[in-house]
């Protein structure tokens, strides 16, 4: 599974730090923004659905953030 971060915040141009991606409580990756993006591929997901959380780490006067998804492997 193919996936893009983005991190964006009023005022801040490029947003810098990390963001970890798990599933079920395991971490999948960790990432280091560049630019405020990251790309990363997901291996070893079995086939169907996947609850995903991507956190970014507080940094300077940005706060912590949480996205949940779920992401579907064929």
Request: glycine fraction near 12%; aromatic fraction near 2%; hydrophobic fraction near 45%.
């Amino acid at each position: 599974v193919g996936l893009v971060v983005t991190v964006t915040a009023p005022g801040v141009a490029p947003v810098a730090g990390t963001v970890v991606i798990t599933s079920r409580g395991e971490v999948l990756r960790e990432l280091t923004l560049r630019n405020g993006a990251a790309g990363t591929t997901l291996r070893g997901l079995e086939a169907g659905r996947h609850p995903v959380r991507i956190v970014y780490a507080a940094t300077g006067t940005l706060t912590r953030a949480v996205l949940a998804r779920e992401v579907r492997v064929r």
